[in-house]
């Protein structure tokens, strides 16, 4: 549905996406996992449209995809940049009519009083924005995002800030839009938790590139299923296992003293440090 061929772009001499190629079928939702600076910003305007000056192609339904002139391509889309603005001073219902305006959607006011209604924020529509929690602000402009109903919608960072508890709410939306509009969802995150539990497939991307794709079981089995982790003077070291008894034997048999050695189940993070051979530290924003 969405395909990405040989996408490169460079700001100056800063190489920001290197050959980035992939598909994206039509249902799905997927995620662009990485640290900050992988690209994920870039690409997300390159996809949605926003963006020139790169070399690659863009297609959607095999249809190229052109830079800010393509208005079909412009009206399937829906986007959430990563710096997200609401007019603070106005009601939840007012910010919503004003992105339907934006957008020329017909009946605008029906549309908005549905959309209120069937994702909860109808006793909410009167509340000035600048009074809403971080997630229900969240929240808004993912509503809003939707109203011209997109085919597809990007993500940048849906949850970002955002405490565990709120994130899982956002999720949940993410997940009932996806279902019930029948839209394609691409969100980029730099939680591996939530790439895991969200999505269908994931790509992991590090500086420029994806690195590596599939569905998260798929990852994690790239790697084994169980990890032993032996903090010493030089590090952590991390030893992969495809089952817990090979791992306890490894245990019993090295006589690893329980205060310096983890057992644990294999994460998306292993499949990062793995597949990308960069250390802890260069991955710990990841967490
Ligand atoms: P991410 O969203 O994964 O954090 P970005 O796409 O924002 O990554 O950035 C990728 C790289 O491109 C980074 O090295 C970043 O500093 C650089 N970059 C992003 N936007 C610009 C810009 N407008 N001008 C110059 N460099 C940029
Ligand atoms: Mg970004």
């Known amino acids: 549905m969405l395909e990405a061929v040989n996408v ?6 800063l190489c920001a996406l290197k050959d980035v190629s992939f598909r994206i079928e039509e249902g799905e939702i997927v995620s662009f996992l990485g640290p900050n600076g992988a690209g994920k910003s870039t690409l997300f305007h390159i996809l949605v449209g926003l963006l020139r000056n790169y070399t690659g192609d863009v297609f959607y339904k095999s249809r190229k995809v052109f830079p800010f002139k393509d208005r079909g391509y412009r009206s399937i889309v829906g986007f959430v940049p990563q710096a997200t603005f609401l007019e603070r001073e106005l009601t939840v219902e007012e910010n919503l009519r004003i992105g339907a305006l934006l957008y020329g959607v017909k009946n605008h006011r029906e549309v908005v009083d549905s959309f209120l209604r069937r994702f909860d924020l ?3 529509k009167d509340r000035k924005v600048e009074h809403l929690s971080g997630g229900m602000k969240r929240k808004v402009v993912i509503v809003k995002s939707m109203l011209h109903r997109p085919r597809l919608l990007f993500l940048d960072e849906p949850t970002t800030g955002l405490d565990v508890n709120v994130r899982h709410d956002i999720w949940n939306l993410l997940i009932r ?7 394609t969802v691409v969100i980029s995150t730099h939680y591996m938790e939530e790439a895991e539990s969200l999505s ?3 790509f992991i991307m ?3 590139s994806i690195v590596v794709d599939g569905r998260p079981e798929e990852l994690k089995s790239l790697v084994g299923r169980y990890v032993v982790e032996e903090s010493t003077a030089k590090g952590m070291i991390r030893r992969y296992f495809d089952s817990k008894d090979d791992a306890i034997r490894f245990m019993n048999d090295r006589g690893m003293e329980a205060s310096t050695i983890r057992l644990r189940e294999v994460s998306l993070e292993d499949v990062f440090i793995k597949v990308t051979g960069e250390n802890e530290r260069d991955s710990s924003n990841l967490l």
Do not use: H, M, Q
């Open 8 to 13: 490169t772009k460079y700001y100056n001499s």
């Open 122 to 124: 109808f006793e909410l």
């Open 177 to 183: 839009i996806s279902k019930e509009e029948s839209v």
């Open 200 to 202: 269908d497939r994931v």
């Open 206 to 208: 590090n500086r420029g």
